[in-house]
Nanobody
Framework: QVQLVESGGGLVQPGGSLRLSCAASGSIFSGNVMGWYRQAPGKQRELVAAITSTGSTNYADSVKGRFNISRENAENTVYLQMNSLKPEDTAVYRC?????????WGQGTQVTVSS
């Protein structure tokens, strides 16, 4: 079992920044992939960004150049730095941990971009 605890969401004005954190605990194995997904009301869940344990990253086209995903393997923590935020970034953001056939999810954190 893996537990994921997210933090860092909130309300921010357009053009602002937020940093999300996700701390994993439990049965953590090397070779995992951690990432951030989001889901806005009435929309499907989408991958925002993902990072492997060796640092390879993948981003949704809509966030490239604005968001940066990073991780601290020693602390089993992944971060999502979000800059130049837009109203369309408003969503519940959830962290996930994937290893082999297993995927675990955090509880989600709300990000609202509004003036």
């Amino acid at each position: 079992q893996v537990q994921l605890v997210e933090s860092g969401g909130g309300l921010v004005q357009p053009g602002g920044s937020l940093r999300l954190s996700c701390a994993a605990s439990g049965s953590i194995f090397s070779g995992n992939v951690m990432g951030w997904y989001r889901q806005a009301p009435g929309k499907q869940r989408e991958l925002v960004a993902a990072i492997t344990s060796t640092g390879s990253t993948n981003y949704a086209d809509s966030v490239k150049g604005r968001f940066n995903i990073s991780r601290e393997n020693a602390e089993n923590t992944v971060y999502l730095q979000m800059n130049s935020l837009k109203p369309e970034d408003t969503a519940v953001y959830r962290c996930d941990y994937h290893w082999g056939p297993y995927t675990y999810w955090g509880q989600g954190t709300q990000v609202t971009v509004s003036s």
